[in-house]
């Protein structure tokens, strides 16, 4: 079809891969550099001239941070707060997004509406209501508090979602339960639950790496190092040994472990739940 | 018998959905809704939060608030810090999509690109601010390399000299964020019938025509809502610039979110930091609104 072997189109392709290679650059650098420092001593990270590979390389900075109770405990807060939120998120959406996929009633436009305009509301402004509420309720400083929190903004994502996955099943197969005098509860758990799972997998992913990413609520709802998460013990690290950038970089790969082994692992999920938003 | 079984069932289908939503709507009825009423409460008392019997306080937090050059120099840096973000994610998510979508390279070569060309989104927004600490380090690589190049004359402190701060924060979001838009837009790239280039081609159009008149006519519907998902996600950045620079130095990056959380957990003034709060919660709801009229007329 085209013609391929004039000079000029040969020079398009060349620039292009230039270009390519630019981008590559400009993509992956940045965490390349991450990579190559966690693996430096304290010393060679600025060296001059910087060294592209780590010349002496060593695991010092991961052992300091695997060697630390402290620093585990971030680790298991993080995995553990994500993994609550998420397992109850998908419950609750679940539930949901089946109403909203198999009924039709009064209000249903609203709801929706109003469920996808809560994805936009600005976290800094339910701060401080927030801070108040978990106060006065003495959780402050507790999982309750993180878990409660976290739920009300990986929820509307999670019901959009979920949603979506629930329309593109036939509806023939649970009204066929209907016919044979089944409730709506056991079409939900009997047919639907087992074919949804790739819907249920890319709505979890999505729901965990919402929780593992989350900042603003975890630095003000918590107080005491063991109930710090990742995020915030990386930024912790930061401010009591402002040098130790071999640290700080082994911290920041071990903490984006998850997500890159989910995004490796399970790609078309993982690009279904972080796109979602932008498709509603 | 059978007609009030049949008006039963018909009852219990009606119910049906309002329980499946039940759970969902009291989480967000109880700690979405109900806290943003409060928070604009909370903007009209005095000493709000840490009084249990607050005085009404009228109009005087906003006052405040506007009458505070910080608040006005943070509304700036947080407009300059987000169109300039939403501007450069389109060009660089566009330019990498019509690369990665180019027939002149092969398929397992544009594959692994992909992956590669997505990775800055993988990473949280607290490690995305710790990697350009390092790298923007008065002794870091960057300067190294630009002072070897004679680019610059001497070590520039990019995070911490008000020149720079605010161009170094907004350029580690740019770079943080075209994958939303690149990864977008090439699933709408693929979505364009070949006809329409295919017609093209038989009228003899160049490549830059079909750029024009085809390509992004064809994603503008794409275009327009990534904008705007990105404009109100950008404007509510807060553990980026909180990390890398803390809003200073002297207030040059201090933006909406950094300056409400300040008022609020440093200076505990918390009725004017839900005074503010309740502001970008308004430009926020505007811009959301004209989001869903926008998906609502596609």
Same mark, same amino acid.
């Given at each position: ?14 620039? &292009? ?115 108040? &509420? ?53 079409? &939900? ?7 949804? &799972? ?83 | ?298």
């Amino acid at each position: 079809m085209r013609k391929r072997h004039t000079p000029k189109d040969r020079l398009i392709t060349v620039a &292009l891969h230039v270009a390519l290679l630019a981008g590559l650059f400009f993509a992956a650098f940045p965490i390349y550099w991450m990579l190559s420092s966690s693996f430096k001593s304290n010393t060679e990270i600025f060296a001059l001239p910087p060294t592209i590979l780590p010349k002496a390389f060593t695991l010092e900075a991961y052992a300091a941070i695997v060697g630390d109770p402290v620093k585990l405990r971030f680790f298991f807060n993080s995995y553990f707060v994500a993994g609550a939120v998420t397992v109850l998120t998908v419950l609750i959406a679940l539930l949901a997004a089946y109403g909203f996929s198999r009924f039709n009633f009064r209000g249903k436009g609203s709801l929706n509406t109003l469920i996808i305009s809560t994805q936009t509301i600005p976290p800094i402004t339910l701060l401080i209501p927030f801070f108040g &509420l978990v106060v006065s309720y003495r959780i402050f400083d507790t999982y309750v508090a993180l878990i409660l929190t976290y739920l009300v903004f990986t929820l509307p994502y999670a019901i959009l979602l979920m949603t979506g996955y629930l329309n593109t099943l036939p509806r023939d197969l649970d009204e066929a339960v209907a016919v044979d005098g089944g409730t709506s509860w056991t079409a &939900l758990w009997r047919v639907i639950v087992p074919i949804s &799972l790739p819907g249920i997998v890319a709505t979890s992913v999505y729901t965990f790496l919402l929780c593992w990413n989350e900042f603003l609520f975890a630095l003000t709802l918590t107080k005491s190092t063991s109930m710090r998460t990742v995020p915030i013990g990386i930024q912790l690290l930061m401010g009591q040994h402002a040098f130790e950038w071999n640290q700080m970089m082994a911290m920041s790969v071990l903490g984006s472990l998850p997500l890159l082994l989910i995004y490796l692992l399970a790609q078309r999920f993982f690009l279904a739940g972080m796109t979602a938003g932008s498709v509603k | 018998m059978i007609r009030q079984k049949r008006s039963h069932h018909r009852l219990k289908r009606a119910v049906a959905p309002y329980l499946y939503l039940s759970p969902s709507l009291l989480i967000i009825g109880l700690l979405m809704l109900l806290p943003m009423v409060t928070v604009i409460g909370y903007s009209f008392q005095n000493s709000a939060v840490l009084r249990r019997d607050p005085s009404f306080a009228g109009l005087k937090h906003y006052q405040a608030i506007f009458n505070d050059p910080v608040f006005w120099a943070s509304l700036w840096h947080t407009l300059y810090f987000t169109c300039m973000s939403v501007v450069f994610h389109m060009t660089i998510g566009m330019v990498f999509a019509l690369m990665l979508n180019s027939d002149r390279i092969n398929p397992t070569l544009r594959n692994i690109l992909r992956v590669l060309y997505i990775l800055p989104w993988l990473f949280t927004a607290v490690i995305i601010a710790v990697i350009w600490r390092l790298l923007l380090e008065p002794n870091g690589v960057v300067n190294s390399v630009l002072m070897q190049m004679g680019i610059i004359g001497s070590k520039v402190e990019w995070f911490s000299s008000p020149e720079t701060a605010l161009h170094a924060v907004t350029f580690a979001n740019i770079w943080a964020g075209y994958p939303l838009f690149m990864v977008s837009l090439l699933a709408g790239l693929q979505g364009i019938p070949k006809d329409f280039y295919e017609a093209a081609d038989i009228d003899g159009a160049k490549a830059y025509q079909k750029l024009i008149f085809i390509t992004i006519p064809q994603l503008m519907p794409i275009i327009i809502s990534i904008s705007l998902l990105d404009f109100i996600w950008t404007m509510q950045v807060f553990p980026l610039i909180w990390i890398t620079t803390g809003g200073g130095p002297i207030y040059s990056t201090e933006v909406l979110s950094t300056y409400t959380y300040k008022l609020a957990f440093s200076s505990y003034n918390l009725s004017q930091a839900s005074a503010s709060a309740v502001v970008i919660l308004l430009i926020s709801l505007g811009l959301t609104l004209f989001y869903i009229r926008y998906q609502k007329a596609r």
